[in-house]
C-alpha cells in the first residue's frame, strides 16, 4: 500500500512539473531572445539531422542560413531559399528554376529565424537540466495538441547562445539543428534577400504570386 502512494506521489510530481510556465526557463528564455534581436542581422552555419530510431532514419546535411528582421537567405541541399517578408523565392542551380511565392509565415512555424522568439506564444516551458558542459536545456510543450509535434528541446549555453534544437514529431522523427558557427552580420542591404531574377536570365521563373 504504502509503494502504491509513493508511486501516486511520484507520479503527481512528475505531471505536474511538465508544461508548465517555469521562472527559471522563461528568464533563460527572455536572456537568449534579448541578446539575438540585440545583435540584429547574422549568420550561421548549422547542421540538420533527421532521425528516427525506430524506422533507422539517420539523414544529415549542412546548410548556411542569413538573417535580418523578418527576412532570410537559407542554403541548403543544392537549394537557395529567400525571403524578403513578401515573397518566397525557392532557387534550384541544378533545375535551373526558381519558384517565387508570397510569404506566409503560419507556413514556416518553426524555423531558425524564429525560434528566439517561438516561446512567446502557444507554449508552456520548463528547465530540465543542465548538460555536461554547462549548457541549459528548456523543454517547449505546445499548448496546441492538434500540432505534428509533441515538444521542442532547446540547448542554451550559459552566455544566452542557443547551440542546438530538436523538434521531436509525434510520428517519431526527431528534427535536430545544431548550430556549427555564428557571426554577427552589419550593413546587409534589403536586397539581398530576393532572388534577383535580371541577374540569371537563363533561369526558368515558375510565379505563384
Do not use: C
Amino acid at each position: 500500500m504504502k509503494k502504491l502512494i509513493y508511486l501516486t506521489i511520484a507520479l503527481s510530481i512528475a505531471f505536474t512539473s511538465y508544461g508548465q510556465y517555469d521562472p527559471e526557463a522563461l528568464a533563460i528564455l527572455d536572456a537568449m531572445s534579448a541578446k539575438y534581436k540585440k545583435i540584429g542581422a547574422y549568420q550561421a552555419d548549422f547542421t540538420y539531422k533527421m532521425v528516427n530510431e525506430n524506422v533507422g532514419i539517420n539523414e544529415e546535411s549542412q546548410g548556411t542560413i542569413t538573417i535580418k528582421n523578418n527576412k532570410y537567405l537559407l542554403k541548403i541541399a543544392g537549394q537557395e531559399i529567400y525571403n524578403n517578408g513578401t515573397e518566397t523565392y525557392s532557387y534550384s542551380e541544378e533545375m535551373g528554376e526558381v519558384t517565387i511565392s508570397t510569404y506566409d509565415p503560419e507556413e514556416q512555424e518553426i524555423t531558425l529565424g524564429n525560434i528566439y522568439d517561438l516561446y512567446k506564444s502557444g507554449f508552456k516551458y520548463i528547465l530540465m537540466a543542465k548538460n555536461a558542459s554547462g549548457d541549459n536545456i528548456v523543454e517547449l510543450d505546445p499548448i496546441d495538441k492538434g500540432k505534428s509535434y509533441h515538444k521542442i528541446r532547446l540547448v542554451i549555453s550559459s552566455n544566452n547562445e542557443l547551440k542546438q534544437f530538436t523538434i521531436f514529431e509525434k510520428s517519431g522523427n526527431q528534427y535536430v539543428y545544431s548550430v556549427d558557427t555564428f557571426t554577427p552580420k552589419s550593413n546587409i542591404s534589403d536586397d539581398y534577400f530576393t532572388f534577383n531574377t535580371n541577374k540569371h536570365p537563363d533561369v526558368e521563373v515558375i510565379d505563384f504570386r
